[in-house]
């Protein structure tokens, strides 16, 4: 199997502007989530999606959205982009289902610089 | 909400030490606690879970434990090695949160 897909893999927005990242998951995987990885902050849990509702969803503010497709693949949008938004961001996916017991496998990250 | 706090946030060993590193969490609803390893330049692979109906499990050198009655889980690795060098993490399923993570350097 295929494993996780993100693209772009690599970003430079301006201050100010908007980004869309995506996430194509392992085949079969319904659940989504998304993570901000900083060196300070460590792994951020921004949201997750799973059978295209947001089941969970991490303390970002509202600038940070995302959605999940009827196949599964996800779009995480941040917009009016600010200098502390440069990071790495991972998704990643599982097969889902209830109490997040299912492991996770992550995809490369998209890596977002802000100036 | 679940927090998870992640001790040491660095610990320095020779090859062939044993390496332990504690997690706790706060909800008790918490059922499910991967641990991940994430070299540099490289996404986080899941090296061991536990379940919350199990205390301990055991793969090759890498062991979990699990006391849920104090909510807190350990990762041991017995005889490291230069290539367990990298960054660990623990998580708490639940609410998916994840600890600030520990870099371990194993030094040959």
């Known amino acids: 199997k295929a494993g996780v897909t993100q693209t772009p893999r690599y970003l430079i927005k301006t201050r100010g502007q908007q980004v869309t990242l995506s996430c194509s998951p392992i085949?079969?995987?319904?659940?989504v989530s998304w993570y901000q990885q900083t060196p300070g902050q460590g792994l951020q849990f921004l949201f997750e999606?799973?059978?295209?509702?947001?089941?969970n969803k991490g303390n970002f503010p509202g600038r940070f959205s995302g959605r999940q497709f009827s196949n599964s693949r996800s779009e995480m949008n941040v917009s009016t982009l600010e200098l502390g938004d440069s990071a790495l961001y991972l998704c990643?996916?599982?097969?889902?289902?209830?109490?997040?017991?299912?492991?996770?496998?992550f995809g490369p990250g998209t890596r977002l610089t802000v100036t | 909400g679940e927090n998870v706090e992640q001790h040491p946030s660095t610990l320095s060993v020779q090859e062939g030490d044993s390496a332990v590193i504690k997690c706790t969490y706060s909800?008790?609803?918490?059922?499910?606690f991967p641990w991940y390893k994430q070299e540099l330049g490289k996404r986080p692979q899941l090296i061991i879970d536990?379940?919350?109906?199990?205390g301990e499990k055991k793969d090759q050198r890498i062991a979990v434990t699990l006391n849920k009655t104090a909510k807190h889980f350990s990762l041991h690795i017995t005889e490291t090695q230069p290539e367990d060098s990298a960054v660990y993490f623990c998580?708490?399923?639940?609410?998916?949160?994840f600890g600030a993570g520990t870099r371990l350097t194993v030094k040959p």
């Open positions: 998580a708490a399923s639940l609410v998916k949160r």
């Open positions: 990643a996916s599982s097969l889902g289902g209830g109490g997040g017991t299912y492991e996770q496998y």
């Open positions: 909800d008790s609803a918490s059922n499910y």
């Open positions: 999606y799973f059978s295209e509702t947001q089941r």
């Open positions: 085949s079969g995987h319904r659940s």
């Open positions: 536990i379940r919350s109906n199990v």
